[in-house]
């Protein structure tokens, strides 16, 4: 099976959002307030479901509980399952012909059409993914927030923990906050770890396959400050740097080798000549994000502004618009418009040519074919409706239309359908 569950989830999340939450564990969550204060536990139910046209398709129910004790401390936990399927991009470039290609457990092979995406349609995996967090008061003006999560996929394991150190100032109309964060990953791509450059070969020949597995760590560190303007308004603003060390490359995705022309060029038992990406084996990531929240005159509306750019030469920008209008007995509507742009990685290409090939596999260069490490924009428009229930606990339904435009790829779409319950 092609296992590129990873990637998709990548996709999933630029379109979504964390389900049930925002972003990273250690971004500064806010605090329960004092008239809140219960030892019931505040549950929240959502169920996601993620639809792209003629690709992948995802089922993701997800549930998260916490309890709010009488010293204002917060414990909460989370637990999440997502089922993918579908159809994924390989990197490959179209071409004139029909293409095959050998799946990644190097068993069996699959064909594309003339003029048509390479996509491996027998693509599956699920994920399950829990997280605990508890929220301790230090004094009366500051608190720690500790995160903790374990995920796990066919060929992917992940742990990671944070700690968030909060303190509020200017009669409490300021708070500061830094964080930390640490993850591990073990990748076990099936078939083994494909050496990187090499060529794809038919799948009735020996595959050139390195480890079996190998491992990644990062490193996270964020500094925010949160402050009340006045009686409506409230501005954020965060800094991210981010470090990894380890295994980057995705061992599914590969690069086409054409003639000059760009034709095929027919090699290792196939018609045409593929070889596997290379990336480099650190990277580091800084970011700026902005966000203002007012209220008016009843509804709530709030922008934020993103920007990420890394030594892999990604830049990117994501503008993030919310308005909510409120009616009478917890009825809402909340439209939602999402922008986001980005510049390619010094190493992408669409594609290469066999002299091109040579010298990276003679300089150990890097290479990577993913669209999502090319230029690209996505948008996403969406709706959500609130309301209660008879006794009073909360409910939306979100509808969220997703579209990715690579550069030099095939327009992705998607539709997004979103329920949550809370009680």
């Known amino acids: 099976m092609n296992k590129q569950h990873k990637n998709i989830r990548q996709n999933l999340k630029s379109a979504t959002g964390a389900l049930l939450g925002t972003a990273t564990a250690i971004i500064p969550i806010a605090s329960a307030q004092a008239d809140d204060a219960s030892?019931?536990?505040?549950?929240?139910?959502?169920?996601?479901?993620?639809?792209?046209?003629?690709?992948?398709?995802?089922?993701?129910?997800?549930?998260?509980?916490?309890?709010?004790?009488?010293?204002?401390?917060?414990?909460?936990?989370?637990?999440?399952?997502?089922?993918?399927?579908?159809?994924?991009?390989?990197?490959?470039?179209?071409?004139?012909?029909?293409?095959?290609?050998?799946?990644?457990?190097?068993?069996?092979?699959?064909?594309?059409?003339?003029?048509?995406?390479p996509l491996d349609d027998t693509f599956r995996d699920t994920r399950v993914n829990f997280s605990a967090s508890y929220e301790a008061p230090i004094e009366r003006l500051n608190k720690m927030l500790y995160g903790a999560s374990f995920s796990k996929e066919y060929d992917f394991l992940s742990l990671s923990g944070s700690a968030t150190y909060f303190q509020d100032l200017n009669q409490r109309n300021t708070t500061l906050s830094a964080g930390v964060a640490l993850e591990y990953n073990v990748i076990t791509p099936v078939g083994g770890k494909p050496i990187a450059l090499s060529e794809m070969q038919a799948s009735s020949e020996a595959q050139l396959r390195g480890e079996a597995n190998d491992t990644r760590i990062m490193g996270e560190i964020l500094l925010g400050v949160t402050q009340i303007i006045d009686r409506n308004t409230l501005m954020q603003f965060n800094y991210g740097f981010a470090l990894s060390d380890g295994y980057h490359n995705d061992a599914y995705k590969i690069t086409s080798v054409l003639t000059s022309a760009g034709d095929l060029i027919p090699a290792n038992g196939l018609n045409g000549t593929y070889v596997y990406e290379s990336r480099p084996e650190t990277r580091t990531k800084h970011s700026v994000y902005g966000k203002v929240k007012r209220y008016l005159s009843g509804d709530v509306a709030d922008i934020s502004y993103r920007y990420m750019w890394d030594d892999w030469e990604v830049k990117s920008s994501t503008v993030d618009v919310h308005y909510r209008k409120n009616f009478s007995k917890g009825w809402y509507l909340e439209p939602h418009i999402r922008y986001y742009t980005q510049e390619a990685a010094e190493f992408y290409r669409d594609s290469i040519t066999d002299t091109q090939a040579a010298a990276l596999q003679a300089s150990k260069g890097n290479l990577t074919s993913d669209y999502r490490l090319g230029d690209m924009t996505a948008t996403t428009l969406g709706v959500k409706l609130g309301f209660l229930t008879p006794n009073g606990n909360k409910n939306s339904v979100r509808l969220e239309i997703y579209t990715q435009e690579p550069d030099l790829n095939e327009k992705v779409e998607a539709v997004i359908l979103q329920y949550n319950y809370s009680f």
């Open 39 to 117: 030892n019931d536990w505040k549950t929240d139910v959502a169920v996601l479901v993620y639809s792209e046209t003629d690709r992948v398709s995802a089922f993701e129910p997800a549930i998260s509980t916490k309890k709010t004790f009488d010293d204002e401390s917060v414990l909460g936990f989370k637990f999440v399952f997502d089922a993918l399927t579908g159809a994924s991009a390989s990197g490959a470039a179209p071409a004139d012909s029909v293409q095959t290609f050998t799946r990644p457990s190097g068993s069996g092979s699959y064909e594309t059409g003339a003029n048509e995406t």
